[in-house]
């Protein structure tokens, strides 16, 4: 029976999310499969993948065939170096201890390399958002700047309106302000008048 080592879609549309899977050659595309080796989700950058590599190699050495895409995929994860050194063990040219030194050390540097993408990713994004910060601050400062001078006119415009509205509203208050003095004045002012007695009559010689 012909194997396939290939993906099988998954997820909403827009954001497809694959399962790889070992399935036979003639059976659809999303049908059943033999086994599920691991996912892959291209919507992070970079793609997510997980994988179980020594299960994928065993299919591998089994006779299984990858298609492109799924080939790809196996190749970053270091499948086919895995595979490659596998028969290379087979046939003695190297042990298994040497073998799996050098797939860790290709793993280490691989790591490295992704987490480098990734820092420079995030730099980016950093960059990116201070830029747009800058050229929006830029767009309101010019925004201010053009409206600057309409409103300097509409307050000079505004301000005899306002000042002679100022002084119809202090009129009445000052009114008011000199009748409560007065009617505060008046009693001081009666009484003052009956505390103070009259000069006695000069008497007549």
């Known amino acids: 029976m012909p194997v396939k080592i290939r993906l099988q879609r998954h997820g909403k549309k827009g954001k497809p999310f694959y399962w790889i899977v070992a399935a036979d050659a003639r ?12 996912t892959y989700n291209p919507n992070f950058n970079p793609a997510q993948i997980e994988l179980n590599v020594d299960g994928t190699v065993k299919w591998l050495q ?10 790809s995929i196996l190749s970053y994860r270091g499948v086919m170096l895995k595979n490659h050194l596998v028969g290379g063990v087979r046939k003695g040219a190297l042990t298994e201890e040497q073998a799996e030194a050098k797939f ?12 480098a993408k990734k820092s420079d990713l995030v730099k980016a994004k950093e960059a990116e958002a201070v830029k747009q910060f800058e050229a929006e601050k830029a ?3 010019a925004r201010i700047a053009a409206a600057a001078p309409v409103v300097e006119e509409v307050i000079e415009e505004a301000a005899p309106i306002v000042e002679e509205a100022a002084t119809e509203e202090a009129a009445p208050v000052e009114a008011v302000a000199e009748e409560a003095v007065a009617e505060e004045a008046a009693p001081v002012e009666a009484a003052t008048e009956e505390a103070t007695p009259e000069a006695p009559a000069t008497e007549e010689k």
């Open 27 to 38: 059976s659809k595309r999303d049908g059943k499969y033999l086994e599920k080796l691991g």
């Open 62 to 71: 089994n006779g299984a065939q990858p298609t492109d895409t799924a080939k």
């Open 139 to 141: 767009t309101n400062e």
């Open 104 to 115: 860790q050390a290709w793993v280490e540097e691989k790591n490295a390399k992704v987490d």
